[in-house]
């Protein structure tokens, strides 16, 4: 298999006959914090929509052999985020999420103002919850 390096200078010689120096970077810590954040995100409404599936249609109760897991999950979260973040987080996951009545919307306060902001998306909850951190 080519380097994509190549394949990619080589493909943009045979539009330009020019020279091309191709430099990779790497993203910074905070976009592979929110790409981690968001993956997390999607896998655990993932689960909980294959357990709810698994217990109606199946008649299977996964929660006690997906407890640990979800506490471990959780104890991880612990130490990356505050206990209002926490609380966000959760809310979204086990609360609104399943609601399908829900706007896709939250009220927020800071200071003394309240903020009616999305949060309907693992994107949009990292930006409610990376303006509580700030």
Do not use: C
Not at 3 to 17: C, F, Q
Not at 32 to 40: D, G, N, S, V
Not at 56 to 85: H, R
């Amino acid at each position: 298999m080519k380097e994509p390096k190549k394949v990619l200078r080589a493909t943009l010689y045979s539009i330009h006959k020019l020279g091309y120096r191709i430099k990779t970077i790497t993203p910074d810590k905070v976009t592979m914090t929110k790409l981690a954040f968001i993956r997390i995100m999607r896998h655990l409404k993932d689960i909980e929509d294959r357990r709810d599936f698994m217990s109606a249609e199946i008649g299977m109760d996964m929660t006690t052999y997906e407890d640990k897991f979800f506490s471990v999950i959780e104890d991880l979260l612990k130490l990356v985020f505050n206990k209002e973040q926490l609380g966000l987080i959760q809310m979204y996951l086990f609360q609104l999420h399943p609601d399908k009545d829900w706007d896709g919307t939250i009220t927020i306060q800071k200071g003394k103002q309240e903020k009616v902001v999305a949060f309907k998306t693992p994107e949009q909850v990292w930006d409610v919850i990376s303006e509580i951190a700030s």
